[in-house]
């Protein structure tokens, strides 16, 4: 009876630590995120100076489905002016789910 127990215990906490594992393994790191960012902005806008991105996930709602997004921004030069654009990156995918100017 206690071996059946302990079989039991231990294919618990196997299964916990495998899909701890498994869900960490199918997220995209921040840095990644940033580097993914930063070469879809570089397609529309050419130059970028700087870049930065936030380092947890923040939750995002679009449209009635919240998601875990990593929120960051880039210094763009457009017409030989400088901008600054934040951006929410899909934690899940890289995706950029949503663009911004930052205003001064």
């Known amino acids: 009876m206690r071996l059946k127990r302990f079989i039991v215990l231990l294919s618990f906490v196997v299964g916990i630590v495998f899909f701890t594992f ?5 997220v995209i790191t921040p840095e990644a995120a940033l580097q993914l960012a930063k ?39 457009s017409d030989e002016t400088s901008y600054q654009i934040g951006f929410y990156v899909d934690q899940q995918t890289g995706d950029i789910v949503h663009m911004f100017e930052i205003s001064d």
């Open 39 to 77: 070469r879809d902005i570089k397609r529309h806008f050419r130059v970028v100076h700087g870049a930065w991105i936030y380092m947890n996930t923040l939750p995002y709602d679009n449209d009635g489905v919240t998601k875990d997004v990593y929120y960051g921004g880039v210094t763009i030069e």
């Open 22 to 26: 498994w869900n960490r393994r199918n």
